[in-house]
């Protein structure tokens, strides 16, 4: 009688073992895979913007009046100055492209150059989807989700208001990351409502 319970118990024992190790490998197999991060695009400022095509820009060669324009960057991403003609200007900040122009001026044409960039109107933003008027839309400083579908229109009754994808250049390639009601928006943003399937 007591070898068959100690023969019992080392069943018992074995199938514990084999029960936790089969445990451990299925644990192993369904680990969760790491989320990618996702853009704060709630965040977004102009701080940093980088011109494209279809925003409109003044530059200002103080005391060379003759010198300063209002341009708007072209489809290959170019503005034509006085003097320096041509001039890449995509991927630029303000700051940047002010110290393109003085070096420029500076080099050839004038001794210690005094230039000034502003943006006059940036390019649109766009809405899509379920919206009751899609389509492109003057762009303001401040300008977010709730904004932006305002002025398409407002939400369709298919829309789904948590469900909203917003598509940016970033670093030269278009980035769709997930948005929300006060997300922030910049000049050139593809702002999609998404349908609600319920």
């Not at 069943?11 to 445990?23: F, N, P």
């Not at 644990?27 to 279809?54: N, W």
Request: overall charge positive; aromatic content about 8%.
């Amino acid at each position: 009688m007591f070898s068959g319970k100690r023969a019992q118990m080392a069943r018992a024992a074995v199938v514990a073992i084999i029960a936790l190790a089969w445990s451990g490998c299925s644990f192993m197999d369904e680990a969760p895979k790491p989320r990618p991060v996702a853009m704060p695009v709630h965040s977004a400022d102009l701080s940093s913007y980088e011109f494209a095509p279809g925003d409109q820009i003044r530059i200002d060669t103080l005391a060379h009046k003759d010198l300063s324009l209002d341009t708007a960057v072209a489809d290959d991403g170019t503005i034509e100055m006085p003097l320096i003609g041509r001039i890449k200007v995509t991927g630029l900040t303000t700051s940047r492209l002010r110290d393109v122009v003085t070096q420029a001026l500076d080099k050839d044409f004038i001794v210690d150059p005094k230039v000034n960039v502003e943006i006059l109107k940036y390019r649109p933003f766009y809405v899509s989807g379920e919206v009751n008027s899609p389509g492109s839309f003057e762009y303001k400083a401040g300008m977010d989700v709730r904004k932006a579908v305002a002025l398409a229109g407002g939400y369709t009754r298919r829309a789904s208001h948590d469900a909203i994808e917003i598509t940016r250049p970033v670093l030269g390639k278009k980035r769709t990351f997930p948005g929300r009601k006060d997300s922030r928006i910049l000049p050139g943003d593809v702002i999609e409502i998404q349908r609600r399937w319920f």
